[in-house]
T-cell receptor, first 115, second 110 residues
Framework: DAGITQSPRHKVTETGTPVTLRCHQTENHRYMYWYRQDPGHGLRLIHY???????DKGEVSDGYSVSRSKTEDFLLTLESATSSQTSVYFCAISERNRANTGELFFGEGSRLTVL | SQQGEEDPQALSIQEGENATMNCSYK?????LQWYRQNSGRGLVHLIL?????REKHSGRLRVTLDTSKKSSSLLITASRAADTASYFC??????????FGAGTTVTVRA
């Protein structure tokens, strides 16, 4: 299994509070992603990173920010959580070189409930 | 917006039968990938097919790609109870991001 750890795995918080989810990898992969999964929507990309301090928005980035200060860590922050951000959040990593063609390796997910 | 759309949304089959699910997408791709997700777990990569390939096999999995129709299919042969999961197609448009569909939920009955 790819070395990807998400924390926390479960969190319940209240509307208006800040929340940070952490993704840690031990694979030294260049690309890191945050997706959210909701019933009927599949996975939707929030933000992604293509290197240290290099990040870009995905299709559902409003209300979220990210940071990547080290290759191994990618943080997702909800500055002021809302009930619509109740979801399961997945971190994924990938690499593109001769041995890797961009397939994603996923973490086990972080279930966030905003009351 | 999501690129891949799977069909059907749900599929129930008897153990030993084949399961087929389809994926359609909107714009040209670099490759198309299929993933499996067991309940409460992360997604696991199954197979990747490049835009210049038409068919690919991996164990009991067979994937086809028709770029003229912008569609792909995933066939699981001789299904087992352990194949019960959700299956997602994901399209790579050569921009380092994958776009996922909503998935097909497969239930294999014993």
């Amino acid at each position: 299994d790819a070395g990807i750890t998400q924390s926390p795995r479960h969190k319940v918080t209240e509307t208006g509070t800040p929340v940070t989810l952490r993704c840690h990898q031990t694979e030294n992969h260049r690309y890191m992603y945050w997706y959210r999964q909701d019933p009927g929507h599949g996975l939707r990309l929030i933000h992604y990173s293509y290197g240290v301090k290099d990040t870009d928005k995905g299709e559902v980035s409003d209300g979220y920010s990210v940071s990547r200060s080290k290759t191994e860590d990618f943080l997702l922050t909800l500055e002021s959580a809302t009930s619509s951000q109740t979801s399961v959040y997945f971190c994924a990593i990938s690499e593109r070189n001769r041995a890797n063609t961009g397939e994603l390796f996923f973490g086990e997910g972080s279930r966030l409930t905003v009351l | 917006s999501q690129q891949g759309e799977e069909d059907p949304q749900a599929l129930s089959i008897q153990e030993g039968e084949n399961a087929t699910m389809n994926c359609s997408y909107k714009t040209s791709i670099n490759n198309l990938q299929w993933y499996r997700q067991n309940s409460g777990r992360g997604l696991v990569h199954l197979i990747l097919i490049r835009s210049n390939e038409r068919e690919k096999h991996s164990g009991r999995l067979r994937v086809t790609l028709d770029t003229s129709k912008k569609s792909s299919s995933l066939l699981i042969t001789a299904s087992r109870a352990a194949d019960t999961a959700s299956y997602f197609c994901a399209t790579d448009h050569n921009d380092y991001k994958l776009s996922f569909g909503a998935g097909t939920t497969v239930t294999v009955r014993a």
